[in-house]
């Protein structure tokens, strides 16, 4: 779908947006970017290109939070979610695009609603959630690249510090990264269309995060992420609406 000039303007955009998202709040990206890329370059090209660009962040951010993640506090989510990533991006193969598209506009306003109400869930004590999160992580990561809902809201549950929260998903995400990268490599995801494209639109990807990092000593990161919020859950009501052909 992708190989005029206007659609790689349009994903260099997505991904400059993507990328300076990331840089400021520490996550985000490819819950930006996959409800525009997946409707512009369908789930099969859209899934290996956002975790090509996944690869590219996490290694900016990773040395930007170098000090503050820790491995010990997040290897149990990780463990989870690698034996679950395979599924999901078999998954994405075997089942109707438009009920993956569903599923990721419903995760997108599910989760979009709960950040912006605030709401503040009980305490997370027993490692048995870390498992489970781990797991519906891997699943949503493999299929759709946008693995972060369920250790966002885990984090928020453990009451990490912000710093501490910023660097744990670094550290989550980087382990992830790869292993998705390697399952979509194994399904033989990295086809033509995919490289072209993340050789268009990882520039700006780049400078979309430094950007981003940049700026986040002079920006409000809190109203940002809450307008932000507000996008997403527009975003997913236009991608159920896509799905279902309304």
Avoid at 51 to 66: D, F, G, K, N, T
């Amino acid at each position: 779908h992708a190989d005029t000039m206007d659609n790689y303007l349009i994903l260099g955009m997505v991904m400059f947006w993507a990328g300076f998202i990331q840089g400021l709040t520490g996550f985000g990206s490819a819950l930006v970017a996959m409800p525009l890329l997946m409707p512009l370059l369908g789930p099969r090209t859209a899934a290996p290109l956002m975790i090509l660009s996944s690869v590219m962040l996490q290694v900016i951010l990773i040395v930007h939070y170098r000090q503050a993640f820790s491995f010990r506090a997040v290897w149990r989510l990780a463990m989870a979610s690698l034996l679950m990533i395979p599924a999901g991006v078999f998954l994405v193969r075997f089942i109707d695009e438009r009920w993956i598209l569903v599923g990721l506009s419903v995760v997108l306003i599910g989760y979009s609603i709960y950040a912006l109400t605030g709401l503040r869930l009980p305490r997370l004590e027993g490692t048995g959630w870390a498992y489970l999160c781990g797991a519906l992580s891997g699943v949503l990561g493999g299929a759709c690249n946008t693995d972060g809902p369920p250790i966002i809201i885990y984090g928020n549950c453990r009451r990490w510090e912000p710093q501490e929260f910023k660097g744990n998903l670094q550290a989550f995400f980087m382990v992830n990264t790869a292993a998705i990268l390697i399952s979509h490599a194994v399904a033989g995801g990295f086809m033509p269309t995919v490289w072209r494209a993340a050789g268009v639109t990882l520039p700006s990807l780049i400078i979309g995060s430094v950007l981003g990092l940049s700026l986040d000593r002079f920006i409000n990161a809190a109203v940002f992420r809450k307008l932000c919020l507000v996008l997403l859950i527009l975003l997913g009501l236009r991608l159920g609406k896509i799905a279902l052909g309304l």
